[in-house]
């Protein structure tokens, strides 16, 4: 089973749309949680990061839930600049800051 | 600008060549980490280097030899490559080793082996 594994896409959704994208991870002792955003050709890029609580950074909401061991992310009113690949993170315990990458979901958002 | 330089941003080399690829970061920053992106496949770490001393070795073949002269910068030699080695090599800078301190990249350096 992979570390953290995601959906690859693509989601193809019109501008102004609402997505959510969802990244299960197998390690349970995992300890911190991001996205980030890979632009195509471009170097990954922190978006946010997860916490237990939810947090929200104006059209973007993650969760977590750590029951079920998922993270996700909400993008509300979709723009065209939003088209990129997600890329879920965890790091495992221990207090190191050994980043565990998804494969990426590949977002495209069309006029 | 993202305050992690690298160089070059496209190699081309034959198997038998001998190359480095270099990184340098003006962040201030204390741990470096060198990570390869295979098309379609999530980025893997490959090394961590932390106040120059390197912490983690992710079981990288012998042909990939990382070398980090002070904070500020970072080399990975390359010798004797495999085409499988071809790739997106990135590297990233963080404040230190600990913590979830985020990480910044660098743009990449594209590798392709002949």
């Known amino acids: 089973r992979k570390e953290v594994e995601q959906d690859p896409g693509p989601f193809n959704v019109p501008e102004g749309a609402t997505v959510a994208f969802n990244c299960t991870y197998s390690n349970s002792a995992s300890q911190s949680f991001f996205w980030y955003r890979q632009d195509c050709r471009k170097e990954p890029k922190l978006l946010m990061s997860?916490?237990?609580s939810g947090n929200e950074d104006g059209r973007f909401t993650a969760q977590l839930n750590r029951a079920s061991q998922y993270i996700s992310l909400l993008i509300r009113d979709s723009k065209l600049s939003d088209s990129a690949t997600y890329l879920c993170v965890v790091t495992p315990s221990g207090g190191y800051n050994k980043l565990i990458f998804g494969a990426g979901t590949r977002l495209a958002v069309h006029p | 600008e993202t305050g992690v330089t690298q160089t070059p941003r496209h190699l081309v080399m034959g198997m038998t060549n001998k190359k480095s690829l270099k990184c340098e970061q003006h962040?201030?920053?204390?741990?470096m980490y060198w990570y390869k992106q295979s098309a379609k496949k999530p980025l893997e770490l490959m090394f961590v280097?932390?106040?120059?001393?390197?912490?983690e070795n992710n079981s990288v073949p012998s042909r990939f030899s990382p070398e980090c002269p002070n904070s500020s910068h970072l080399f990975l030699h390359l010798h004797t490559l495999q085409p499988e080695d071809s790739a997106l090599y990135l590297c990233a800078s963080s404040q230190d080793w600990t913590g979830d301190q985020p990480q910044h990249f660098g743009d990449g350096t594209r590798l392709s082996i002949l």
């Open positions: 997860v916490y237990s």
């Open positions: 962040l201030g920053h204390n741990a």
């Open positions: 280097y932390n106040f120059k001393e390197q912490t």
